[in-house]
T-cell receptor, first 110, second 115 residues
């Protein structure tokens, strides 16, 4: 089983739609969680960190479920510019090691 | 301020040659990471530096790969006797320190093509 698993997609959604991605992780010692965004042929950029209580940043909401070992990303009112690959990243407690998922590809259609 | 920079941005080499990839992290960032991303794949962790030391090199794919960091700044990733399967984008990232909420900032990557 992969340490971090994501549905590769693509998720094709119309503009204005709400879309959600899940990411599961296998190591219960995982401590920190992040969502990164990667545009085609570009480097990953931090979208948001994910905290135990969940957090929201504008149209983006991230949730953490430790019991079921998954994190989610919800995007409301999708824009064409949201089209990208969304990477789930997990950091093990007290370590340097960041494990990246292979990403979920989102296409927002006009 | 300046972000993470990498050079060269593109490198085409012949099989069997050695290549050196350079990363300049954000000033003051003590942690530095190298990743490899093959076409259509996720990021594969290679090595991590805390200061000038590399606590874990187990992500390096083979003994043809080595990396060093000097002055808690610049890092170089060297691939000896390159093979076609080494073709990928090599990404460097730095963070202030590894920690609960630390953010990694990525450079633009070096696209390596081995013919």
């Amino acid at each position: 089983r992969k340490e971090v698993e994501q549905d590769p997609g693509p998720f094709n959604v119309p503009e204005g739609a709400t879309v959600a991605f899940n990411c599961t992780y296998s190591n219960s010692a995982s401590q920190s969680f992040f969502w990164y965004r990667q545009d085609c042929r570009k480097e990953p950029k931090l979208l948001m960190s994910v905290y135990s209580s969940g957090n929201e940043d504008g149209r983006f909401t991230a949730q953490l479920n430790r019991a079921s070992q998954y994190i989610s990303l919800l995007i409301r009112d999708s824009k064409l510019s949201d089209s990208a690959t969304y990477l789930c990243v997990v950091n093990l407690s007290g370590t340097y090691k960041y494990i990246f998922g292979t990403g979920t590809r989102l296409k927002v259609l006009a | 301020g300046a972000g993470v920079s990498q050079s060269p941005s593109n490198k085409v080499t012949e099989k069997g040659k050695d290549v050196e990839l350079r990363c300049d992290p954000i000033s003051g960032h003590t942690a530095l990471y190298w990743y490899r991303q093959r076409l259509g794949q996720g990021l594969e962790f290679l090595i991590y530096f805390q200061g000038n030391s590399a606590p874990d090199k187990s992500g390096l794919p083979s003994d043809r790969f080595s990396a060093e960091r000097t002055g808690e700044s610049v890092s170089t990733l060297t691939i000896q006797r390159t093979q076609q399967e080494d073709s990928a984008v090599y990404l460097c990232a730095s963070s202030l320190r590894p920690g609960l909420t630390d953010t990694q900032y990525f450079g633009p990557g070096t696209r390596l093509t081995v013919l």
